[in-house]
Nanobody, 114 residues
Framework: QVQLVESGGGLVQPGGSLRLSCAAS????????MGWYRQAPGKQRELVAT???????NYADSVKGRFSISRDNAKNTVYLQMNSLKPEDTAVYYC????????WGEGTQVTVSS
């Protein structure tokens, strides 16, 4: 089993920055890909960014150049640095981790508003 705990969400003004963290509690399993997804009110959950165990990254077009995903394999932790935030980035952000199964965190709210 893998438990994911997100932190770092909150309220920020447009143009501001936030850093999300997701720590995975895992025993006897190796975590492969990790990532961040988001779901805005009335919309489907969408991919934000993913990162492989080796550090290869993938981003949604809407966040390229503004968001950066990274991970610390020793700590089983993934990060999402979000810069130049826009109101349309407002959503619940979910952490995702893959072993032989897919695991999700409970989500952290990010609100971008003046």
């Amino acid at each position: 089993q893998v438990q994911l705990v997100e932190s770092g969400g909150g309220l920020v003004q447009p143009g501001g920055s936030l850093r999300l963290s997701c720590a995975a509690s895992v025993r006897f399993l190796r975590i492969n890909d990790m990532g961040w997804y988001r779901q805005a009110p009335g919309k489907q959950r969408e991919l934000v960014a993913t990162i492989t165990r080796g550090g290869s990254t993938n981003y949604a077009d809407s966040v390229k150049g503004r968001f950066s995903i990274s991970r610390d394999n020793a700590k089983n932790t993934v990060y999402l640095q979000m810069n130049s935030l826009k109101p349309e980035d407002t959503a619940v952000y979910y952490c995702n981790a893959q072993t032989f199964s897919t695991y999700w965190g409970e989500g952290t709210q990010v609100t971008v508003s003046s």
